[in-house]
């Protein structure tokens, strides 16, 4: 079946470090990737997406890259702050089926 | 604020019970999904419909039902409930021309506590 494996959490970083969150899949087919974030208290947010291999997804300092080769799709920021405190899910979806599978989330949390 | 409402937003009650969750999509969109989220489960996909119709199925019990009106609100009816089924539950809609391609709108969920 499909499925999303995200690195073991909490991520505990200071102010202006770099962030790397790492995501990879199990997907029959082509899907997309698409990272999701969700702020203390609120549902989630679609962050970024990617469609195909080698596509670039980027928002708000964050980039991810669909890597077909090593079935990835890292989240990277260079210089987080307290406000990207937060839970990060990596997601695929696989259009044919539509249905979109999550990982388990990753807890971020930035320290001044 | 995504433009999907979620009622009630958080709810305590016993087991063996039953309760209703609520969900008003953002406006214009006609797919809704539901999603269950807990520790020990992560975030489950739980049922989608699309314009009425149930259109895909996840791990949904059977204890749980859904339906989307014809106004295209959408509820979530949780019966003989179990210490289990603590949870946040999502509700999130999308657009016909985004229903497949993964870019969801979620509300803020309701909680679920079963004592």
């Known amino acids: 079946g499909n499925s999303v494996t995200q690195m073991e959490g909490p991520v505990t970083l200071s102010e202006e470090a770099f962030l790397t969150i790492n995501c990879t899949y199990t997907?029959?087919?082509?899907?997309?990737l698409f990272w999701y974030v969700q702020y203390p208290g609120e549902g989630l947010q679609l962050l970024l997406k990617?469609?195909?291999?080698?596509d670039k997804g980027s928002n708000k300092g964050f980039e991810a890259t669909y890597r077909k080769e090593t079935t990835s799709f890292h989240l990277e920021k260079g210089s987080v702050q307290v406000s990207d405190s937060a839970v990060y899910f990596c997601?695929?979806?696989?259009?044919?089926?539509?249905?979109?599978?999550f990982g388990q989330g990753t807890i971020l949390t930035v320290h001044p | 604020d995504s433009g999907v409402t979620q009622t009630p937003k958080h709810l305590i009650t016993a087991t063996g019970q039953r309760v209703t969750l609520r969900c008003s999509p953002r406006?214009?969109?006609?797919?809704v999904y539901w999603y269950q989220q807990s520790l020990d489960q992560g975030l489950q996909f739980l049922i989608q419909?699309?314009?009425?119709?149930?259109?895909a199925k996840g791990n949904i019990l059977e204890r749980f039902s859904a339906q989307q009106f014809p106004d295209l609100h959408s509820e979530l009816n949780l019966s003989s409930l179990e210490l289990g089924d603590s949870a946040l539950y999502f509700c999130?809609?999308?657009?016909?021309?985004?229903?497949?391609?993964?870019?969801?709108?979620f509300g803020e969920g309701s909680r679920l506590t079963v004592l």
């Open positions: 999130a809609s999308s657009s016909r021309l985004a229903a497949n391609t993964g870019e969801l709108f």
């Open positions: 406006s214009g969109d006609l797919s």
């Open positions: 997601a695929l979806i696989l259009t044919s089926y539509g249905k979109l599978t």
């Open positions: 419909y699309y314009n009425g119709e149930e259109r």
């Open positions: 997907a029959t087919g082509y899907p997309s």
């Open positions: 990617a469609t195909k291999a080698d």
